[in-house]
């Protein structure tokens, strides 16, 4: 998690990490959430939601974790 959010970051994306709870090795701001909400909203653990203008555009499971080259042809 951590590689792909410094490596989004450093290309402009803006990343929030949302968890039920604290995650100290996590370097990017941490949102928190009900299990429940994110189980409905990602269905995997961990997992990555592209967010874009209010628009879902993609989710992935962590098993086939995108590059960030892939999340910005996305947008």
């Not at 996590?26 to 939601?49: A, E, H, L, W, Y």
């Amino acid at each position: 998690i951590n590689s792909i959010t410094n490596e989004g970051r450093a290309k402009g994306f803006e990343v929030v990490v949302v968890s039920n709870n604290p995650l100290k090795e996590v370097t990017s701001p941490i949102c928190f959430m009900d299990q429940t909400t994110m189980k409905t909203i990602i269905r995997s653990n961990p997992g990555v939601v592209l967010i874009s203008n209010g628009v879902v555009k993609a989710k992935y499971h962590d098993n086939d974790f995108p590059t960030v080259e892939q999340l910005a042809q996305k947008l």
